[in-house]
C-alpha cells in the first residue's frame, strides 16, 4: 500500500528561535521568502502524498490565511487545532482523526530540511514490514537529539536528549506510522513520541526499523540554523545571494556569503550585507554593514548602521 497521507507537525512554541518566533511560528518562518512548512509541502506532495494536516497550537491562526484548503499548493490541506499543546504524539492522534484516507502515515517534525528520499523511505517501510519508519541520520554530537541502537534495520532502544548517547545515529524527524499505531496512542492526552510511544513499541518489540540516510539534513530550530540553511539553498543553485520580485540592490553595494534580499526590499549605495535576511519590502539605507543579521518584513535601517549578529524589527509593538 502507497503512502499518500501526511501530518507536519508545526505546534512547538518556538524558543530557541526567538526573537524570530514572538509573531512568526518556527514552520512559517521564511526560507528564500517561502514558510519552511511550504517547502516541506512541496518536498511531500513530489513523493505523491496527496493530503496533508497541519497540526497547529501556538500561533495557529498564522497558517490558515496562507495555506488555505492547500488548494494552490496542488494538495489537499487541513488543520488540527490543539488548544493547548498536546506534545509530539497527542499531536498525532488527534491530527489523524481529519485524514481521508485510512493507510500508513508520513508524519514531518515541522523545522527538518533534507534531501533524502521519501519514496525509498516509503519503499523501505514496506520492505521491512515495519509498524513504524523512522529516517536517521548521523551526526558528530548526537546529544541534542534522539539517539538510536539498532540491530540490523530494526531500532531497539530510543533515547530522547541524552548526555551520554550511545551511538551518534539520530532521529532526523521524520516517520512513517501504520494507522494502529496511531490509534494507539490515549487520544487528548499530551504524549510525547520520543519520550512514550517509541520506547513502549521497542518494549514490547514491535518492528520499527530505522531508514538510515546521510545526504544533506537540518534542523532548523535556531536562528543560526536559518542563516545556514538559507545560505545552503542559495549556494546549490550555484549563487553568493537571491533575491526576491521586485527587490532592488545599489550597483555599489555589496551582498554575499549566501543573503536573501525579500521581495520589494530596497539596499541602497555602500551597503554591505554578510549572510543576512532582510525581509519583504524592508529598506536598507547608504552605508549600511551587516552580518548575520535578520530585517523584519518592512523595517527601515538608518543609514551608516553596522550590526554583528543582530535581529531588526521582530519585537511585537
Ligand atoms: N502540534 C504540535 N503539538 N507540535 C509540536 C508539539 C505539540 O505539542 N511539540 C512539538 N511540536 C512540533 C514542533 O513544532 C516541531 O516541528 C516538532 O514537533 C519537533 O519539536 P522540536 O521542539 O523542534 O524538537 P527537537 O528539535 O528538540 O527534537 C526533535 O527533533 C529532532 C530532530 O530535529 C525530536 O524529534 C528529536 O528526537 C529529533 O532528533
Ligand atoms: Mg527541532
Redesign the pocket.
Known amino acids: 500500500m502507497t503512502v499518500t497521507s501526511a501530518i507536519l507537525?508545526?505546534?512547538?512554541m518556538?524558543t530557541r528561535m526567538q526573537p524570530l518566533t514572538l509573531t512568526t511560528?518556527?514552520?512559517m518562518l521564511p526560507l528564500l521568502g517561502k514558510p519552511i512548512t511550504e517547502h516541506q509541502i512541496m518536498k511531500a506532495k513530489e513523493a505523491g502524498i496527496t493530503e496533508i494536516v497541519l497540526?497547529?497550537?501556538y500561533l495557529s491562526e498564522i497558517f490558515i490565511p496562507y495555506f488555505g484548503n492547500g488548494e494552490k499548493f496542488g494538495i489537499k490541506i487541513s488543520y488540527?487545532v490543539?488548544e493547548s499543546?498536546?506534545?509530539?504524539g497527542?499531536?498525532i492522534r488527534n491530527?489523524a482523526a481529519h485524514l481521508q484516507g485510512g493507510g500508513p502515515v508520513m508524519i514531518f517534525?515541522?523545522?527538518?530540511l533534507s534531501n533524502h528520499s521519501l519514496t525509498d523511505q516509503i519503499a523501505f517501510h514496506q520492505s521491512q514490514s515495519a509498524d513504524v519508519t523512522l529516517y536517521l541520520t548521523q551526526v558528530p554530537d548526537a546529544r541534542?537529539?534522539?539517539v538510536v541502537e539498532m540491530e540490523g534495520d530494526l531500532i531497539k532502544t530510543f533515547n530522547?536528549?541524552m548526555e551520554t548517547p550511545p551511538t551518534n545515529i539520530?532521529?532526523?524527524?521524520c516517520y512513517i506510522f501504520n494507522r494502529t499505531v496511531i490509534d494507539e496512542i490515549p487520544e487528548g492526552h499530551?504524549v510525547s513520541?520520543?519520550r512514550e510511544t517509541f520506547p513502549a513499541l521497542l518494549a514490547r518489540n514491535a518492528r520499527v526499523a530505522g531508514f538510515i540516510d546521510n545526504s544533506y539534513w537540518l534542523?532548523v530550530?535556531n536562528p543560526g540554523a536559518l542563516l545556514k540553511a538559507t545560505r545552503d539553498l542559495i549556494e546549490a543553485s550555484g549563487h553568493t545571494m537571491a533575491q526576491g520580485k521586485g527587490s532592488s540592490v545599489d550597483p555599489t553595494a555589496v551582498v554575499d556569503q549566501g543573503s536573501y534580499i525579500g521581495a520589494k526590499a530596497t539596499i541602497r549605495a555602500g551597503s554591505q550585507l554578510h549572510q543576512c535576511v532582510i525581509g519583504e519590502g524592508a529598506s536598507i539605507g547608504e552605508n549600511v554593514a551587516l552580518t548575520r543579521t535578520f530585517v523584519a518584513a518592512g523595517s527601515r535601517i538608518e543609514p551608516n548602521t553596522v550590526a554583528i549578529d543582530q535581529f531588526f524589527g521582530f519585537s511585537p509593538e
Open positions: 507537525l508545526v505546534g512547538g518556538g511560528p518556527k514552520p497540526a497547529t497550537s488540527a490543539e499543546a498536546l506534545g509530539t497527542g499531536a491530527a517534525n515541522g523545522d527538518v541534542a537529539f534522539g530522547e536528549k539520530i532521529n532526523a524527524g499530551v513520541v520520543e534542523d530550530g
